[in-house]
Structure formats: structure tokens, C-alpha cells
């Protein structure tokens, strides 16, 4: 465990279509929120799921989102872990031998992210 207060942050799943994806969940859930992501090259919604929140993207353009679509189809793109603090996590992961894939940026909602070098089994992307 790299930090006691790791939790879920958020699921990013990967669409072709994300008006579809959007009537699909529009009758069990209250808000959805649309947001540009144009330095990700995609559109996305985001719904809250409890304490963790469910991100659907549909790339417009190339990048990761649209590599994954192209490859695995519709599905999960990434796992994103709540930390209390980014730099001692990355830190922790660093002296376990997981390094980040990049500097931390900002993402959604101003969400301060780091895509890690790791993935599940499958493909999806970790990221603090």
C-alpha cells in the first residue's frame, strides 16, 4: 500500500459514442456532467458513483483514448487512485520500482493526475 488513504478516484471507460453512452445511464443517475478535455483530445460526462466517479470519454482525435478504442473497443481505459499526497505516493511507488509515465498535469476539474508506467492485466492504465 503506498498510503493509507488510498482509495478510488475514478473509473475512466473509453466510448465510441458518448450521447449512447450518456442515455444509458442518464435514467440511474442524477447529474452528469459534460466537460471538454481538448489537451486530451476527448469529450467526456462524468458521473458520481459514491465516493468515486465513473468518467466516460470519446476521443476526438488521436491520443491513448482513441489507441485503446481502436484496439480493445468500448471499456475500461484507466483506474485513478485518490492519495493524500501526490509527491510522497509517487515517492513510495518510486522505491517499489513503478515509475510515473510523465509529470503530474492537470485533468478533469482541475484534477491533479500522473499516469503511472503499470497497467491491470488487460490494459488499463493506472494513474494517481
Known amino acids: 500500500m503506498i498510503d493509507r488513504t488510498l482509495s478510488l478516484h475514478h473509473v475512466t471507460w473509453v466510448v465510441a459514442d458518448l450521447e449512447s453512452a450518456i442515455a444509458a445511464l442518464a435514467p440511474l443517475v442524477a447529474d452528469i456532467v459534460r466537460e471538454p478535455l481538448p489537451q486530451r483530445g476527448v469529450a467526456?460526462?462524468?458521473?458520481?458513483?459514491?465516493?468515486?466517479?465513473?468518467?466516460?470519454?470519446q476521443p476526438l482525435?488521436?491520443?491513448?483514448p482513441a489507441e485503446r478504442l481502436a484496439e480493445a473497443g468500448e471499456g475500461p481505459?484507466?483506474?485513478?487512485?485518490?492519495?493524500?499526497?501526490?509527491?510522497a505516493a509517487l515517492q513510495a511507488l518510486a522505491a517499489r520500482g513503478v515509475a510515473a509515465a510523465g509529470p503530474p498535469r492537470a485533468?478533469?476539474?482541475?484534477?491533479?493526475?500522473?499516469d503511472l508506467a503499470a497497467a491491470l492485466p488487460g490494459g488499463v492504465n493506472l494513474q494517481l
Open 107 to 114: 485533468g478533469l476539474a482541475n484534477w491533479r493526475v500522473v
Open 77 to 87: 481505459l484507466l483506474l485513478s487512485f485518490r492519495v493524500a499526497s501526490l509527491e
Open 61 to 64: 482525435g488521436p491520443g491513448v
Open 44 to 57: 467526456t460526462a462524468r458521473v458520481r458513483l459514491g465516493e468515486a466517479w465513473l468518467v466516460l470519454v
